[in-house]
């Protein structure tokens, strides 16, 4: 056994060794989480200076039902690897507040090996850590959200088998090379001034401002920004700042960030966004927050509406059903734009 596959095993070991018990969540063993990531997919990162050992970060995005997978190159910073349709989330763009409100998450998550789970129902899962530290301080609750196979959820990101198959193996790559935890960014929509132009009068547009003050640091520095709390809010600081990680989430912030060229550039591109927030805002109708029971990608409702959910479960998840198929087939996000705000 190469040394490659040695380590794959001892980290599916160690993950089996933490098996969750809660909503999405099974029990399930056999040697799924120790497949190798695709040839195909391994061929990709060399052609962008990445190897299978270089850390990653996920950015999911709600409204667009997407899941990316950002990886640390030669250079020294983060590139887009490769983007994932999600076949079903439930819930609303917003938060998650309380146990059975249905809501996948939204927020900054940091993912563990004792956090990875070869044994889900749902073939293969990760948790996302939910409730982070904020989210507690806030009195939010809720268990075992995941990042999951099949295509429903009550609560978590459904990716189908094979999606999560290879999200999995390049997460546990990472991992078993050294990457203490990667960050996971779970966000409504793609943060262009667009998205918000058409959500201004969503109540949860500040939380959604605070979010988006996360990912413009990401698009400053291409590094995964530092995450903190203070205020009641997220803090955000760039990796060659502290990350504050002790001081009460709900006190007022007693530290500030200490670069300032990157606070410079994220005020920068902040200013520019809400100019063109205002800008649109004066000419797009604005979209209406409606409770839905989440989304589906674009690729899978399409399945689903010409074959049936028998058939898109058969294609995606096994034997597992597609959760709320008619909900699926409503689909209240197809207005915005799908540029990406951290692309290369």
Not at 40 to 69: F, H, N, Q, W
Not at 274 to 297: C, F, K, N
């Amino acid at each position: 056994m190469s040394t490659s596959a040695r380590t794959r095993f001892r980290l599916a070991v160690l993950f089996g060794l933490s098996l969750l018990v809660a909503g999405c969540v099974g029990v399930a063993v056999d040697d799924r989480a120790s497949q190798p990531i695709p040839a195909r997919l391994v061929k990709d990162m060399a052609a962008r200076g990445m190897t299978p050992a270089d850390p990653i970060m996920i950015r999911i995005y709600k409204k667009e039902s997407e899941l990316e997978v950002w990886k640390r190159n030669r250079s020294g910073r983060y590139a887009l690897l490769k983007t994932y349709p999600m076949c079903r989330w439930s819930g609303r763009l917003g938060p998650k507040t309380q146990e059975g409100d249905r809501q996948a998450p939204e927020g900054f998550y940091s993912v563990t090996p004792g956090l990875m789970n070869p044994n889900s129902q749902f073939y293969l899962a990760f948790n996302l850590g939910y409730p982070n530290n904020l989210e507690r301080a806030l009195g939010y609750h809720g268990a075992a959200l995941m990042v999951h196979g099949a295509c429903t959820s009550s609560g978590c990101y459904a990716m189908t088998d094979d999606g999560i198959a290879e999200v999995y193996a390049v997460a546990r790559d990472a991992l078993a090379a050294g990457q203490p935890a990667f960050q996971v960014q779970a966000l409504p929509f793609r943060m262009t001034p667009r998205n918000f132009a058409l959500n201004r009068n969503d109540p949860n547009m500040p939380f959604w401002r605070n979010l988006k003050e996360g990912t413009d640091v990401f698009a400053v520095t291409r590094q995964p920004p530092n995450v903190s709390a203070c205020g009641g809010r997220y803090r955000f600081t760039s990796a060659a700042d502290p990350a504050f990680p002790n001081e009460d989430p709900l006190a007022p912030c007693l530290q500030e960030p200490t670069d300032p060229q990157v606070a410079e550039l994220v005020a920068q591109r902040e200013a520019q966004d809400e100019q063109t927030i205002g800008r649109l805002s004066q000419t797009t109708p604005a979209v209406s927050p409606v409770y839905m029971d989440g989304g589906m990608h674009p690729s899978y409702r399409a399945i689903l509406r010409s074959s049936g959910p028998a058939k898109l479960a058969t294609l995606t998840s096994g034997k597992v059903p597609v959760s709320r198929p008619d909900a699926a087939l409503a689909d209240p996000y197809s207005q915005g734009d799908t540029d990406d705000d951290g692309g290369e």
